[in-house]
């Protein structure tokens, strides 16, 4: 799977040479800076028109270059032979193994504030799932790791909106925009496509983003039917007294069972400059006993149905944070997003039952 972007522009035909010198200059510079580029070709499609086709390896990368601009030389020596841009667009991409369609949409000027919207073949109305990656909050991990969910949920009639949001090490990340953000991305279902059945939503979240699901699920506008936390971070006052997450302080750290990379392990460095005192900490702006309204709105009372789950053998997250979750003998931290789990069977059937 790869994120296409397709950028029009006109050159003025004097400039047309020049444009074409700087060409190499500028694609060595994007494979040199920017993450996740992948391959540009350039498209004459009149005397004076271009058609740019990029393609990364996900939004996020094609977002983060946008913002650098050309802070490049050479990429800002390509753009000045430019004489205009027409537009600039986000392709749609296809899953590689059935060909359905998945269509990015911001919900707020941020790279970061975006979601993925996957929708099965037909007119529907569908139930939709909103999925909530984890990664202690913060920006070393994106929605990438929870996409098998959202392709077997698809697969099982249900609309998926995979979100992304800013996390810790981000401009805007941690208190309150975090939470800000995943409440602006679920408001953004309202008209994002007629065929999602609104009065149908349920939210599913892993490990941060299972207290993000948690959060969410006190919410008292009717928005939703159920939520699921997997592997998540229920206590966070009890996270906060153990300092959860200082373990990245540690270079000799031991790595949690099946743990995927990090998506953008660039962010490293700020999460270890900032995670001596605990990842709670750090999100809220403070401890439990310095900032305790915050840690009391965003840990309330579900007032939809609520289902945690939890491995006995998660090394991430202590089940003793997890509330009063549904165990799984044996299984660690990332069994519970693997849609061939027994959990997961087990949370698709309880999805189902919020429905009837």
């Known amino acids: 799977m790869s994120v296409i972007e397709l950028t029009t522009f006109t050159v003025?035909?004097?400039?047309t040479a020049a444009m074409l010198a700087a060409r190499p200059g500028m694609v060595d510079a994007f494979r040199r800076d920017r993450r996740g580029f992948v391959a540009a070709r350039l498209i004459r499609v009149a005397?004076?028109?271009w058609l740019d086709q990029v393609e990364w390896t996900d939004d996020t990368a094609w977002d983060e270059s946008r913002a650098k601009g050309g802070n490049q030389p050479e990429i800002a020596a390509f753009f000045a032979t430019i004489d205009a841009l027409v537009s600039s667009d986000r392709g749609v991409?296809?899953?590689d193994e059935d060909g359905r369609a998945v269509r990015t949409v911001a919900y707020g000027p941020h790279p970061s504030q975006v979601g993925e919207l996957y929708v099965p073949e037909g007119e529907g109305p569908f139930p939709v799932v909103v999925l909530i990656h984890g990664g202690y909050w913060t920006a070393m991990f994106d929605r990438r790791q929870v996409t098998p969910l959202?392709?077997?949920l698809v697969k099982g009639g249900y609309a998926v909106w995979n979100i992304e949001y800013r996390r810790l090490g981000e401009e805007g990340g941690g208190w309150p925009g975090t939470f800000d953000d995943v409440n602006t991305a679920l408001d953004r279902l309202d008209g994002l496509d007629d065929r999602?059945?609104?009065t149908k939503?349920?939210?599913v979240g892993h490990s941060a983003g299972g207290q993000l699901a948690k959060y969410l699920a006190g919410r008292t506008d009717g928005k939703l039917r159920g939520a699921v936390s997997l592997a998540g971070v229920i206590d966070l006052v009890e996270a906060d007294k153990d300092h959860l997450g200082s373990v990245f302080t540690d270079p000799n750290a031991k790595e949690p069972a099946g743990a995927p990379p990090a998506q953008a392990p660039e962010f490293a460095p700020v999460v270890v400059a900032n995670a001596g005192q605990g990842i709670p900490f750090w999100?809220?702006?403070g401890h439990h006993d310095q900032v305790p309204d915050r840690y009391a709105e965003v840990t309330g009372p579900a007032v939809v149905p609520l289902l945690t789950v939890h491995g006995t053998d998660d090394d991430v997250v202590a089940s003793k944070y997890a509330g009063d979750p549904v165990e799984f003998q044996g299984a660690h931290h990332f069994d519970?997003?693997?849609?061939?789990?027994?959990s997961w069977r087990m949370v698709r059937g309880w999805l189902a039952d919020r429905l009837a």
């Open 47 to 49: 005397e004076d028109t």
């Open 12 to 15: 003025k035909p004097q400039n």
């Open 196 to 198: 999602l059945d609104l």
């Open 283 to 285: 999100l809220l702006g």
């Open 201 to 203: 939503v349920q939210v």
């Open 150 to 152: 959202a392709d077997d």
């Open 336 to 342: 519970v997003i693997n849609p061939e789990h027994e």
């Open 93 to 95: 991409r296809y899953d």
